[in-house]
């Protein structure tokens, strides 16, 4: 699904001008020592932008810092978010995945980005512990790059399968020292349905640049075959239902291909077009001095296409006409009709029910009427007649 949301961290944020890294400390039950990740924040982000994300795990001599540096420093089709957590020591532990959790704890409630575009990464220890955490620990993400790594050998067929329809970069150099303990965990992936994309580079075991390069790609690749198909859905079926989704790609065009951008705001226009009849009707209203008239149609509107530019143009223009007390009493005096008209047809059923000595339900009817509509002379018709009948009962 396009641009599902993590939630946002609370309050507008001004965009950044440039990127910003932060170090973020973590407050982990029962680790000695800090516990932190970093965070590097792209130009052009702010509360409420979402783009993708990247979670890079740093390989046994690196550290979260220099593995954040590396990924920022690869070509980026739409800016990422990219983040690190720092290990307890060289390598990674079990004692790392309670960081780790606790860092994406933190993302999700201060951070926002795309949650169904986040790309999981690691080198050499941190590619062992992407796999780890994708089907032992199911942390949430959308895909994997693992790079010059073996698949730990307690991971079951039955936790990969579990996972197998999240993508997997997997890339170890021919001239690595994981070359043969690769062969096993890739057959073991495979057999249980993992999509596995297989790189063999000719390097050894080194965080290679342009390896990481292709890892991007693919991911970007990845995003961009989800994107499209969800774009081709809704080509197909036309919905008003999918204007939201259409709408976050337009407004958050920064973080989406032009392509995906230029083809929802396409099919925005197209499901939008008899609601720009409407908004043409309304206006001619407006122009007949028939300003009620026209903040009815409107209103209808906004909650037919709920999302989008139609709903928000309705929406300045009904409040525009609705700041007038004229058109305000106008309204009113109108919904207090139109209540009473309904309170009152309601009524005439309740005797209908009478005469038909359905009394219990007349009885109900009037309840009805006197809770929707205590205000109207109808609702005090039937307080009357619920009288009556509740003295009957007693008889």
Known sequence: MPATA?????GPAPLLSSPAIERIPLPVQGKSGPAFYVLRKPAGYGSGQLPPLIVALHGTDDTAEQTVGFWAARSMRIPPLITAPQGVGP????????VIHAMFKHLRANVSYDAQRVLLTGFSAGGAMSFELL??????????????????????????????????????????????QMREGLQRLRTAGARIDLDRPRIGHVLDSD???EAIDWFFDRCADQVGAALDRMAAARLVADLPALDRICL?????????????????????APGRLELARARAFMAEGRAADAVEVLQEIEGRFVAGPLAREAKALRLHLESDPAVRREIADRLAGRRAEQALSMYVNAQRLVVQRQFDEAARQCRRIIDLYG?????????????????RKKQ
């Open 252 to 272: 958050q065009r920064r973080w989406h291909e032009p392509l995906h951008v230029r083809r929802a705001e396409q099919l925005i226009k197209e499901i939008e």
């Open 135 to 180: 089907y032992v620990e199911e942390v949430p993400v959308t895909a994997v790059a693992a790079l010059a790594n073996y698949v730990p050998p307690w991971i079951t067929g039955e936790q990969v399968k579990a996972k197998a329809h999240v993508p997997v970069f997997y890339a170890v150099g021919i001239a690595d020292i994981n070359h043969e």
């Open 211 to 213: 390896v990481a390069q």
């Open 6 to 10: 993590s939630k946002p961290a609370s």
């Open 91 to 98: 390598g990674w532990r079990n004692s790392d995945t309670a």
């Open 375 to 391: 205000e109207t002379p109808g609702a005090e018709r039937a307080r009357t007649l619920l009288q009556l009948l509740e003295n």
